[in-house]
């Protein structure tokens, strides 16, 4: 099916709008660039004057052209050894920003029944904030490990492993949005997957629903909707 343009910046393609928002059970989110204004990673470099060469990665493995995110990630954490906590609080008060449409397309999702899943290749020390922030019911990202030191302590510029594995990939994202469906009870098909980068493709492909948000063209190119313009409760524009 050739995609629609059904109004200005919002593109679908593959079915026929609407659907029933109450026919999905489970909404799944990527933070960084999706549900927040901001690439964590990148903003935290600038506290050690790393931003560009940080940045660099981080655009290079959002576009696809670096396929190994485990390893783009293990270099760009690399480059943050030194950062303290104060610097990541400076981030997430000064520059971390919820984006448009988040909290009115979460709270509608939930009043038609669905759970709220944020599964990020981003940072804890955030996520876990914009999880409280939303209403968000599930989360999982990476945990950066710390080292005592001035303003409660620094990077060390390692990842902390988890019960669940070492980094949320693009293959974790996948395996969490089925996990917490099982958990569920529900089928990868009443799931919806929002995202922007290459490492969201993966989840976006087993959900019923795949929605792009200011994505990356090869992102765009895949998903059923594409959000080009305005804020992410624009979704609800091709849901009942």
């Known amino acids: 099916m050739t995609p629609q343009e059904v109004s200005p910046g919002l593109v679908v393609q593959r079915f026929v709008p609407p659907l029933r928002l109450s026919d999905f059970k489970l909404i799944a989110f990527d933070m960084d660039s999706t549900l927040i204004s901001i690439e964590c990673v990148d903003e935290i470099a600038d506290a050690v004057g790393r931003k560009a060469e940080v940045a660099a990665i981080t655009e290079a493995a959002m576009r696809g052209e670096i396929t190994d995110f485990k390893d783009s990630l293990r270099r760009r954490v690399a480059l943050l050894k030194g950062v303290t906590v104060a610097d990541m609080e400076r981030v997430y008060s000064e520059r971390l920003r919820i984006n448009p449409g988040a909290a009115e397309l979460i709270k509608a999702c939930q009043a038609a029944g669905l759970k709220v899943l944020l599964v990020s290749g981003g940072f804890t020390y955030f996520a876990d904030r914009v999880k409280a922030r939303l209403n968000i019911d599930f989360a999982r990202s990476n945990i950066l490990e710390l080292e005592s030191g001035p303003n409660c302590g620094m990077l060390t510029g390692r990842l902390v492993d988890q019960c669940w594995g070492d980094i949320c990939d693009g293959a974790e994202k996948r395996r969490t949005l089925l996990e917490v469906a ?18 969201d493709l993966p989840m976006m492909g087993a959900a019923g629903l795949s929605v792009a948000y200011h994505a990356k063209p090869k992102v765009r190119e895949q998903a059923m909707v594409a959000i080009n313009e305005g804020g992410l409760d624009r979704l609800l524009e091709v849901l009942l």
């Open 182 to 199: 099982s958990l569920l009870g529900i089928a990868p098909e009443q799931c919806i997957a929002m995202g922007d980068g290459a490492n």
